[in-house]
């Protein structure tokens, strides 16, 4: 796996990433180390709060109102994906740590 995320609290592992999926995520991730500073990548490790998450997702949501999610479904189902599980973490208030290999 390119990149792991576990919960901050108590280390549970939750969901990962393969390579496939981190590059098709690429251009999330690059936005989001525009607006905040923070560095998403496949080998350094990342405490990702609950505000993190809400700025990826929409960031997310402006990809998704731009971009014609038909040219490349894999990527566009990563995305999705990506967002669904996000959210989830977020709504419930859980902070992640993210582990590269």
Do not use: C, H, P
Request: proline share 0%.
């Amino acid at each position: 796996m390119a990149l792991d995320f576990y919960r901050l609290d108590n280390k549970e592992y939750l969901f990962g990433l393969n390579d496939k999926q981190f590059d098709e995520l690429t251009e999330i991730f690059t936005d989001f180390q525009y607006q905040t500073g923070f560095v998403i990548d496949q080998y350094g490790d990342f405490k990702m709060t609950v505000e993190n998450q809400g700025a990826i997702i929409r960031i997310i949501d402006r990809y998704i109102d731009k971009t014609d999610l038909n040219k490349n479904k894999s990527k566009t189902l990563t995305i999705i994906e990506f967002r669904t599980l996000l959210k989830y973490y977020s709504q419930r208030r859980l902070e992640l740590q993210l582990k590269g290999d």
